[in-house]
C-alpha cells in the first residue's frame, strides 16, 4: 500500500480490510470466531495454537520440542513460532488477507509480523480485540475441557495461560491502540451475534451465515 503525499495512510476501502488480527484472553473465543470471519472474508485463518496441535499430533520435531510448553501453558519461545508463521504467511493463499489467531503474542512478534508482511509489501489492517467478563471466561474454558479434551485445559494450566496472557500479550493492545488499528468487540452473547459485530465494524455488513 502506498503512502499518500502528506505521509498518511489513506484509509482502507470497505471490503478490503482483510488483513487481521484476533485477540482476546484465553476463552475469549478467538478460535471459533477467526474461522467464521476468515469463511465470510474468504481468507484463510491462521492459527499459531492449531499449527502447533497439528505437529504435536503428527509427532513432527516442532511437535515434540513444543508438546511440553504447551501443556504447561507457556508460550513457546519467538524464534519457533515467528519461523512456523513465516512460512505459513508465504503461502499463496495469503495474499488476499487472512485473519490471525494466535499471533502476535509477545512484543517481539509484534516487530516480526511488521516485517514479515513488509517483506510482502503488506501490512496489519485492523486489529480486532474479543471483549468476555472474567467469569465467562472461566466457564467457557472449563466447558471447552469436557468437550474437546485439550491437555491444556486443566483449572491450573487454564490460569497459568491468563497469567500470561496478561503479563505478555496484554500489553499488545496498548501499541495497536497506538497505530489506530484497535477495534474492541463485545464478545458476549450468541455466536452469530459476535460475528456479525466484527464484520460491521470492518465495513462488511451482509448477515453472516454462520
Ligand atoms: P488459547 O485458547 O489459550 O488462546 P491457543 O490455541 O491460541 O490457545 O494456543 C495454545 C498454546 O499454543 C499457547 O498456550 C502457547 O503455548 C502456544 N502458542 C500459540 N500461539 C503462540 C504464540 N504466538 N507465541 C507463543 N506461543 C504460542
Do not use: W
Request: net charge negative; charged share 30%.
Amino acid at each position: 500500500m502506498s503512502d499518500s503525499p502528506d505521509g498518511s495512510r489513506p484509509a482502507p476501502e470497505h471490503g478490503t480490510r482483510k488483513r487481521l488480527v484476533l485477540m482476546g484472553p484465553p476463552g475469549a473465543g478467538k478460535g471459533t470466531q477467526a474461522r467464521v470471519l476468515a469463511d465470510e472474508l474468504r481468507v484463510p485463518t491462521i492459527s499459531t495454537g492449531d499449527l502447533f496441535r497439528a505437529n504435536i499430533a503428527a509427532g513432527t520435531e516442532l511437535g515434540l520440542k513444543v508438546k511440553g510448553i504447551l501443556d504447561a501453558g507457556d508460550y513457546v519461545p519467538d524464534s519457533v513460532t515467528n519461523s512456523m508463521l513465516s512460512e505459513r504467511l508465504a503461502q499463496p493463499d495469503c495474499v488476499a488477507g487472512f485473519v490471525l489467531d494466535g499471533y502476535p503474542r509477545t512484543l517481539a512478534q509484534v516487530d516480526e509480523l511488521d516485517t514479515m508482511l513488509a517483506n510482502h509489501g503488506a501490512e496489519i489492517d485492523a486489529v480486532l480485540e474479543l471483549t468476555v467478563d472474567r467469569n465467562e471466561l472461566v466457564s467457557r474454558l472449563s466447558k471447552r475441557a469436557v468437550g474437546e479434551g485439550r491437555s491444556d485445559d486443566t483449572p491450573e494450566v487454564i490460569r497459568r495461560r491468563q497469567e500470561v496472557y496478561t503479563e505478555q500479550t496484554e500489553p499488545l493492545l496498548a501499541v495497536y491502540a497506538e497505530r489506530g488499528l484497535l477495534v474492541r468487540v463485545d464478545g458476549m452473547g450468541p455466536m452469530h451475534e459476535v460475528t456479525r459485530r466484527m464484520l460491521r465494524v470492518l465495513g462488511h455488513d451482509e448477515v453472516a451465515s454462520a
